[in-house]
């Protein structure tokens, strides 16, 4: 397969139909679409496919592929010449959630199309829809015996499954509950979309394939962890959703953890999608616990007020269309953790996100500990800067360790220097998108980059009682810190960091 040519997919592909739940949706039109058509023109599909969108909305097979001409034509990768094909893989069919019988129909349409187009009963099903409809479409699925598969490896059906995972650990557990009731675990695909961006993934490989940082990778050598995943767009049209959500459910019950996880988790002993998410549900179960009744040392919280960028003005949070007036959602967060274990006991780790910041940027930096000694105090007047490693995902996909030298010339001055790796130097293969990665994997039934239950209930029970108290708590309205849109952070959670530059006095 020349896509992968020198990084090939072992696993074949099986012919399957593909049923997008929601897919008049703008999942499915923004990301699930243009991914599939990316796969395609790059002949990464299998062969035969179809895919079948599934909605409320009664549109007919025209109106469909036009729509997903659209969303191609939008995401700038359309062609003509390839779309030609592809448009002959879709197909539509209604649904109605609450209306058993369209199960059913959806499931004679399902035999129809395995029999015409020889896909042999093997079907995945795309929940790309609002949270609320997981359960009831789950129940349609199961009910319509769509969640059984056969016996001697033909015909499997699988259920991938957007985040948010439930709205808390009750509600995580509930819905885990449900979709048990007609899916087994190897059926359920839980999406962080996170984890198959490339720069990701390759934390693990920079962590456990190279010898020289695993010995300094803990609490001897370094001082603190700094994860970051800052936006500049705002809450653009999913007020619906974020105003119930908020940035901690949104960005830290899922993308931060898994971030926190990959950064911090002992080698597992395979690389096996059970031996990471083991090694991954202990970190999420050794966070120690929040002190809740201290918020204000470990917890920052923000949402934008009206700004500027460009020229432009940019509204509030609160005036964003389907924001509730006088919403005390926030749409920043840092927060401060710890694991209790025998590696981080004591390492501090800022977990920082928040929408409508001056910038877009994704990243890990790793803060080591000063040198334990200073020959060079009566040298230089200056401090030696700590080493301090950067893991970079967005906009940079890039690894950069600095560290100290000498400047050139007669007298002995310090300067700063950079090892900078750029991830896409040199690199001919052509790269994955995160969807395009997470479908694949999908497809070959390949669990590694998807979460267990474990893990979601783990982080949940972290993150519920930290919820509760933001949400119970008499001075909410005061812990919410105002940022200008288009801005930089908070100055509270500016102070919070600043204070641990200034606390770091430790040495290796
Ligand atoms: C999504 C969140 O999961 O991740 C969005 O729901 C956020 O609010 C997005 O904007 C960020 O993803 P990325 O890949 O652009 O960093």
């Not at 005036?319 to 401060?336: D, H, I, Q």
């Not at 910041?357 to 007047?381: A, G, N, Q, W, Y």
């Not at 972290?462 to 949400?471: D, G, K, M, S």
């Amino acid at each position: 397969m020349a896509y992968f040519a020198s990084c090939p997919i072992e696993t074949p592909l099986e012919p399957c139909i593909f049923i997008i739940m929601g897919a008049t949706g703008d999942l499915a039109n923004r990301k699930l679409l243009p991914a599939l058509f990316n796969l395609f023109k790059n002949k990464a599909l299998p062969d035969p496919l179809t895919i079948v969108g599934c909605g409320r909305t009664e549109i007919s097979l025209e109106n469909f592929r036009d729509q997903t001409q659209t969303a191609l034509k939008n995401a700038g990768i359309f062609d003509a010449v390839k779309w030609n094909n592809f448009s002959r893989t879709l197909a539509y069919q209604r649904l109605s959630y609450e209306d058993a019988e369209s199960g059913k129909r959806l499931a004679k349409a399902l035999r129809s199309l395995d029999r015409q187009r020889k896909t042999s009963g093997n079907r995945f099903f795309y929940l790309a829809l609002p949270p609320d409809l997981y359960a009831p479409a789950v129940n349609l699925l199961g009910d319509a015996g769509l969640g059984v598969e056969k016996s001697e490896g033909l015909g499997w059906s699988r259920l991938v499954v957007e985040k948010p995972f439930g709205y808390d650990l009750k509600s995580a557990m509930a819905l885990d509950r449900q979709i048990h009731s007609h899916f087994r675990e190897h059926q359920i695909f839980r999406i962080d979309h996170y984890l198959a961006k490339e720069t990701v993934q390759n934390i693990l490989i920079f962590r456990f394939a190279n010898a020289v940082f695993e010995p300094i990778w803990d609490r001897k050598y370094i001082a603190s962890i700094h994860i970051t995943a800052i936006e500049t767009v705002g809450v653009e049209h999913r007020a619906g959703y974020y105003d119930q959500a908020g940035v901690i459910r949104d960005m830290f019950q899922n993308h931060m953890m898994q971030l926190l996880a990959m950064t911090t988790m002992e080698p597992p002993p395979r690389f096996e999608s059970e031996a990471v998410r083991d090694e991954k549900a202990k970190v999420f179960s050794s966070l120690r616990p929040f002190p809740v009744d201290d918020l204000r040392a470990f917890l920052i919280l923000g949402q934008y007020a009206r700004g500027f960028s460009t020229g432009k003005v940019l509204p509030a949070y609160q005036e964003e269309p389907g924001v509730r007036s006088g919403s005390l959602t926030p749409t920043y967060a840092l927060m401060k953790v710890f694991i209790d274990n025998w590696r981080w006991q004591g390492v501090p780790i800022f977990l920082e996100s928040g929408k409508r910041l001056s910038e877009k940027r994704t990243e890990i930096v790793i803060t080591f500990k000063d040198v334990p000694h200073c020959m060079f105090r009566k040298t230089f007047d200056e401090a030696i800067s700590p080493n301090r490693l950067v893991l970079g995902i967005y906009p940079e996909e890039h690894i950069q360790l600095s560290f100290q030298t000498k400047k050139a010339g007669a007298k002995m001055c310090l300067g700063s220097a950079v090892l900078d790796f750029k991830y896409h130097q040199n690199a001919r293969e052509l790269f994955l998108g995160a969807y395009e990665k997470v479908l694949i994997d999908c497809m070959t039934g390949d669990q590694m980059l998807f979460w267990r239950q474990d893990g979601v209930e783990a982080c949940w029970a972290f993150l519920t009682p930290i919820l509760n108290a933001c949400e119970q708590c008499a001075f909410r309205k005061e812990m919410l810190h105002s940022y200008p849109a288009g801005g930089p952070r908070p100055d509270a959670a500016q102070a919070l960091l600043s204070l641990q530059l200034h606390n770091k006095h430790d040495k290796v």
